[in-house]
């Protein structure tokens, strides 16, 4: 079956950078577009950025251009969002999407928390 394991998250200080990486199995992997969400406390799940089956950046939520770089190993079955200049904004759960058959899958999420 369909599974997307995020990690990477953790506690970091403003200004800083983290490196998150979802895990891909159970479907033709480079064949579909990813994405990464994240959802805030008391706040919708928002789209952050998504990467075309061959690596080109489709799209980055304007809160995050210049900040933020989403990419794919399609060798490996992973997908990475490189946070640079980290706000606390930025804080949320962080979650990895794909969409095999029509149907989104999501993975568990990945803290993000952005404090001094």
């Known amino acids: 079956q369909v599974q997307l394991v995020e990690s990477g998250g953790g506690l970091v200080q403003p200004g800083g950078s983290l490196r998150l990486s979802c895990a891909a199995s159970?479907?033709?992997?480079?064949?579909?577009?990813m994405s990464w969400y994240r959802q805030a406390p008391g706040k919708e799940r928002e789209l952050v950025a998504t990467?075309?089956?061959?690596?080109?950046?489709?799209n980055y939520a304007d809160s995050v251009k210049g900040r933020f770089t989403i990419s794919r190993d399609n060798a490996k079955n992973m997908v990475y969002l490189q946070m640079n200049s980290l706000k606390a904004e930025d804080t949320a759960v962080y979650y990895c999407k794909a969409r095999p058959w029509g149907r989104d899958y999501w993975g568990q999420g990945t803290q993000v928390t952005v404090s001094s």
């Open positions: 990467v075309t089956t061959y690596g080109g950046s489709l």
């Open positions: 159970g479907f033709s992997f480079s064949s579909y577009v």
